[in-house]
């Protein structure tokens, strides 16, 4: 007999995400670390791969968080085009095979930190779009 204390969640809409804050912090410091390596791969490819796993994950869960708050503007604003464009562009590179390359990881940390530019201005911007 095999039980499991693991519970499925059935939530397509992404409702009980959105409720949950990202931890931010160690994300910054990971990208601030990855984007600050200049000399020879000190790594192996699978500590790369891991890296950039870990950065795809969280790329995910902050573009879901940068088109909520769009999509809370009206359809023709500023910030919501802009938001537009950073989400296209994070999906064509989330979509590119991961690499254990130092590039690879570099390129995942840009558009990570890229996403939560976006959602910084988004959350100055939802506010006053909705008094």
Known sequence: M???TH???YDPDG???AELPLDREPYECLIKAVLAWTGPDALTTR???QIALQLTGHARAVASDVRRRAD???KNSGPKALADVVLREAKGRLSATLEGTVHCVQNRARMVRALYERLDRLTEAVPAAHP
């Open 2 to 4: 095999h039980t499991s």
């Open 72 to 74: 809370q503007l009206p």
């Open 7 to 9: 519970t499925v969640l």
């Open 47 to 49: 500590d790369y791969e």
């Open 15 to 17: 409702l009980i995400e």
